[in-house]
């Protein structure tokens, strides 16, 4: 069967993302409409409406692509490097849009479906990211064989999740090293 109607338009997707994620920083969720985003991303309210039913399937979508533009998932060779950089690009990226996190971050606080579509998916996407990354390891042989990957790839997401929320400390390099150090030290790799 042949699809009907023209192909979607990536540009006219990232733009829309875009704009999203900006008038967010600007303004904060609340005040967010589709019209303020078609003005922004300069096109039709119609055009967002075929691709997202509405604000809050925009909004999670791009918050979704804001993270994964933020933090691409590194493959160094090991897993201590990988974590590493992967949480101080997520570090450095947050420093440099500081404005568009915050509002984030108020505007998940402030509406439980927003926060609760935002976990589903981006809480979803990190996991994936850190257990491919402990995955890989134990392909390499850095991690035995029957490493529980789960449970190994939520120490660092946890630890860090604790720390900025919980403690009210920042994360920063210094710590991303001890918690790297700590409980994912560089191993020779035995290969069978």
């Given at each position: 069967?042949?699809?009907?109607?023209?192909?979607?338009?990536?540009?006219?997707?990232?733009?829309?993302?875009?704009?999203?994620?900006?008038?967010?920083?600007?303004?904060?969720?609340?005040?967010?409409?589709?019209?303020?985003?078609?003005?922004?991303?300069?096109?039709?309210?119609?055009?967002?409406?075929?691709?997202?039913?509405?604000?809050?399937?925009?909004?999670?979508?791009?918050?979704?692509?804001?993270?994964?533009?933020?933090?691409?998932?590194?493959?160094?060779?090991?897993?201590?490097?990988?974590?590493?950089?992967f949480l101080r690009t997520m570090v450095?990226?947050?420093?440099?849009?500081?404005?568009?996190?915050?509002?984030?971050?108020?505007?998940?606080?402030?509406?439980?479906?927003?926060?609760?579509?935002?976990?589903?998916?981006?809480?979803?996407?990190?996991?994936?990211?850190?257990?491919?990354?402990?995955?890989?390891?134990?392909?390499?042989?850095?991690?035995?064989?029957?490493?529980?990957?789960?449970?190994?790839?939520?120490?660092?997401?946890?630890?860090?999740?604790?720390?900025?929320?919980?403690?009210?400390?920042?994360?920063?390099?210094?710590?991303?090293?001890?918690?790297?150090?700590?409980?994912?030290?560089?191993?020779?790799?035995?290969?069978?």
């Amino acid at each position: 069967m042949v699809p009907l109607g023209r192909p979607r338009d990536p540009n006219l997707d990232e733009a829309a993302l875009r704009a999203a994620i900006e008038l967010i920083g600007e303004g904060g969720y609340p005040a967010l409409t589709m019209d303020h985003i078609a003005e922004r991303a300069s096109v039709s309210k119609a055009a967002l409406y075929r691709r997202w039913p509405n604000k809050l399937t925009l909004v999670v979508e791009a918050i979704e692509a804001f993270a994964h533009n933020q933090a691409p998932m590194p493959d160094t060779g090991r897993l201590r490097d990988d974590i590493v950089q992967f949480l101080r690009t997520m570090v450095r990226n947050r420093a440099a849009d500081v404005q568009a996190y915050e509002a984030l971050s108020a505007a998940l606080a402030g509406d439980p479906e927003l926060a609760k579509q935002c976990r589903d998916t981006l809480v979803a996407r990190f996991s994936v990211t850190f257990r491919a990354m402990v995955a890989r390891a134990v392909e390499r042989g850095e991690l035995p064989p029957g490493t529980d990957i789960e449970l190994v790839a939520d120490i660092a997401p946890a630890l860090a999740r604790y720390r900025s929320q919980t403690t009210g400390q920042h994360l920063d390099e210094a710590f991303i090293d001890r918690l790297a150090d700590q409980f994912f030290p560089p191993v020779a790799v035995t290969r069978a």
